[in-house]
């Protein structure tokens, strides 16, 4: 079955930089976009980024454009967000998420960023 561990949450300061990773596996990776999300405490899930099947277009909430770049390698499975410049605001936990169909896909378990001094 589809499966999505996302890694490299923690804690940082503001004004410093993580790197999320989710592995992919159970379904035809390359074949499927890919997308952030996000939900800090008391507000709704937020989608922070998307990437294409083909990585070849990427697209961001305006909050983290300039900040944040998804990524992935379709060899290796994984879609990546690098996250610099990091703000108190940025504190959530993060998702990844397989856009399977239009209106289904699947979800990670998530993994909390903490941007605190």
């Known amino acids: 079955q589809v499966q999505l561990v996302e890694s490299g949450g923690g804690l940082v300061q503001p004004g410093g930089s993580l790197r999320l990773s989710c592995a992919a596996s159970g379904f035809a990776f390359s074949r499927y976009a890919m997308r952030w999300y996000r939900q800090a405490p008391g507000k709704e899930r937020e989608l922070v980024a998307t990437i294409t099947a083909t990585g070849g277009i990427t697209s961001y909430t305006d909050s983290v454009k300039g900040r944040f770049t998804i990524s992935r390698d379709n060899a290796k499975n994984t879609v990546s967000l690098q996250m610099n410049s990091l703000k108190p605001d940025d504190t959530a936990v993060y998702y990844c998420?397989?856009?399977?169909?239009?209106?289904?896909?699947?979800w990670g378990q998530g993994t909390q960023v903490t941007v605190s001094s």
């Open positions: 998420y397989a856009v399977l169909t239009v209106s289904f896909g699947s």
